[in-house]
Structures are given as C-alpha cells and as structure tokens.
C-alpha cells in the first residue's frame, strides 16, 4: 500500500507541475522540459503495465494522496453527473441506508417520500427476497425498474413498491405549529397540508420549524437562481415568506445532516438573519489561502424585514462546511443573545460538536473539460477568525452553544431537546 501510495504521490506531483503551466489559479513554472514530460509519461507507463493493483480511479486516489479527501479529479462526464447531482437532479428511488441497511435518508419529492417510506427503519427484503448488505440489494433490483421493499420498524414490516426513476430533491421543509409546507411535483410547487407536528414533535409555542438538508441544489449560474423554486435558496426563501405572514416570531432552522454546498447559497441566506436596517453588505467569512487573506461578503442584509425574536439552529455531526459557515457567522453577529445552537454527540470525536469541515474547495478545468477539485482555502468566522476545521462547532466555540441532554443528562435528539426546554 506505502508502494502504491508513493506511485501516485510521484505520479501527481509531476502532474500537479504539469498544470501550473496552464496559468488561471496557478502561479508557479510557465515552462517544463522534456526531460521532465518524459518522466511523467515513464511513471504513467510503468504504473499502468507493472503495478500489481491496478486502480480505475487512480487519478482520484492520486489527488487524495497529495491533498485531502475533499479533493478530487473529475473526467468531464463525471463532473456534469456531479453537476447533475448537485443541482438536485436524481435517478433512484429516493432512499439512502448505511452499511447495515438502515434507512438514514429519504429525499423530498422523491418515489419513496411519495409512498410513505421514513426514516428509522430497516429494509429486511426485496420483492420477497431476504437482504443483509447493499450489494445484495443492488443484486435483487438488477435490471429492475421497479421492486417491493419490506422495511422493518420496530417490531413493524412495512412494503412499498417502490419506482427507480427520475426526479428533482427539493430540500426544505417548513411547519408553523399548524401546518407542513414541502415543496413537490414535476415543475416544484409549495405544497401545504395540515400537521401540528413536527416528526411527532409538538412545536413550543410561538416557533416556526424550517429543515434545510443542503446549501447545494441551486444553479448559481442561471438567472434568478436565489428565487426560482427548483433551487434549494428559492425554497428557502419561500419559507421565509411563510414565516414572515405567521404570528410566530421564533424560528428553529434544522442543518443536521446539511453537509455544506455553494459559498453563493450562504452568502445569500445568512444575509436575512444578520445586519440592519442600513442593509450593508458584512463578512460573513474569511478565506486564508496560501498567499493572501480575502473577505466573503454577504450579500445586501435584510434580517429587519423578519422580526425574528429567537433563532435556534439544530446540528449535528453531519453539519459541515457552509452550514457551518453559517451558523458561525450567524454566533458572531448575535448582539442580542437571540441565537442558540443546539448540538448532538458526534460519536467519533465523543463530544458534542458538528463536523469540523473549515476549508473550501475550488474546480480547475484542463482543456479537455476535465475538472481538480481542490482544497484552497483554510476558512473562519468573520469577527472571532475561529477556524473549526477538524474541531466542529462546539461549547469550546461559543456559550451559545446547547449540548443535547435532557435533565437527566441522557444524550437526545435536537429537535426533543428544544420542544422540552423552551
């Protein structure tokens, strides 16, 4: 493995040379030798005809080797089927489970959503068929377009036929006490039906609820993204504008499992929640790269136009990057105490904190439209500058932030804790 390793850290450094020459982000060498294109080709070659274990995405492997796991390499059509993905585009049945088949994730507007299927269970078997790992599930829909999944809840089996077939995600959810407002359908409309729950959770009175499950789903590069209700940000936004004709005045925003997305998205909605009726633009994050420090500004603030009393933020150790972005900078311009975080237990750092993702990546594109992802930048809060990368959002980071315990000291979901404490 050290073998192969250094193979690919070989392989990359010349190749990382390679394109510093190509100019744009890069700044080192504009001219190379041949001795030196030589090498890279020898390395290339013997790799591909000697080594002994062949990857087909050693390319991907060489990037995570000289960089991080954030980073990575794209051929084009991987990059426009993460493009794709990204922007909510889905071809699946809408579920995702872990390695022991538990059913970690059901996507908004998706077949699964449609049918019921939540949260909490497992999946036991496929059309009839007894199932214990992914593998066999993807063995038994093989060729399938359709198949029946029995799902355990409990003591519980449930089956919903499920269609693996096209959809968009749509990411938020919001509930006012009385009602649930998602968002659905093939062209993406608010949807409202009657609830005074939230997952069987009666709300505290005077709070509104909004799940937020990504800061992707949004095509930044087409007009009028941030109001458009396909994008994750005009979701968002449309909430906010249901919150904004309610009674409530107290708003509960859920980014558990909200791995990040576009640095756009944040900048865009943390401008609701900060600043004042002067409606400035403030930094809302600080970007150290290797040479230069540059300041991420919001967009034109406008939390004046909410009235918002209390802000209490739900995260967990699937909170990263932009959303942790966010509620840093939504801690640091809490003048009024009106801001509280309240965390789960991360079971791999035993504490209670969010993820630790302080870094931002960029793509770099080659002539051929092949795409590097890459780390570039060490990123912290706009006023305190506190990095959390590796570290999370925790009580070590702020006296605003809740550990998730009831009386009793129990560790608890987030939402539980905020419907018996306030």
Not at 317 to 346: C, M, P, Q, W
Not at 377 to 402: L, R, Y
Request: glycine share 8%; aromatic share 12%.
């Amino acid at each position: 493995m050290k073998t192969k390793k250094k193979i690919f850290l070989s392989i990359f450094s010349v190749i990382l040379a390679l394109a510093l020459s190509l100019g744009g982000f890069f700044v080192g060498r504009a001219v190379y030798s041949d001795k030196e294109l030589r090498r890279v080709k020898f390395i290339l070659d013997t790799y591909h005809k000697y080594y002994y274990e062949e990857s087909d995405d050693y390319l991907s492997e060489l990037v995570h080797g000289l960089m991080d796991n954030n980073s990575d390499f794209f051929t084009k059509s991987e990059y426009e089927k993460f493009y794709s993905t990204s922007s909510g585009k889905r071809n699946s049945i809408g579920v995702s489970v872990d390695s022991e088949l538990n059913v970690v994730k059901v996507a908004y507007n998706s077949p699964a959503e449609e049918q019921g299927v939540e949260t909490g269970g497992k999946i036991i078997k496929v059309d009839g068929v007894s199932v214990e790992s992914i593998e066999e599930i993807n063995n038994a829909i093989s060729g399938k377009t359709v198949a029946t999944y029995t799902i355990l809840y409990g003591t519980q089996e449930k089956e919903f036929t499920l269609s693996n077939k096209e959809f968009t995600e749509t990411f938020v959810k919001y509930y006012d006490g009385e009602n649930e407002y998602g968002f659905g359908g093939e062209k993406i409309e608010l949807i409202k039906k009657a609830t005074s729950t939230v997952n069987g959770k009666t709300l505290p009175s005077g709070y509104s609820y909004l799940k937020y499950v990504s800061f992707m789903g949004a095509d930044i590069n087409s007009s009028g993204w941030e109001k458009n209700l396909s994008s994750s940000v005009g979701q968002f936004m449309k909430a906010l504008e249901v919150f904004q004709n309610s009674s409530n005045k107290k708003l509960i925003i859920d980014l558990r499992d909200n791995g990040g997305g576009y640095v756009e998205a944040m900048r865009y909605l943390i401008a609701n929640f900060i600043g004042d009726e002067n409606g400035k633009k403030l930094t809302v994050q600080k970007n150290n790269y290797k040479n230069r420090q540059e300041e991420i500004k919001s967009y034109e603030t406008k939390s004046q136009d909410y009235d918002i009393e209390k802000i209490i933020v739900l995260a967990n150790s699937s909170t990263a990057s932009a959303s942790e972005a966010f509620i840093g900078a939504l801690l640091d311009y809490d003048k009024n105490n009106k801001v509280s975080v309240v965390v789960e237990y991360n079971q791999s750092r035993c504490d209670f904190s969010t993820y630790g993702k302080g870094t931002m990546q960029d793509f770099i594109f080659n002539g051929d439209k092949e795409v590097v992802k890459l780390t570039v930048a060490k990123i912290c809060f706009p006023i305190s500058e506190t990095c959390i990368d590796k570290k999370g959002i925790s009580k070590k980071v702020s006296d605003k932030v809740i550990n998730s315990v009831n009386a009793e000291n129990q560790r608890i979901d987030a939402l539980s804790y905020v419907c018996e404490n306030f």
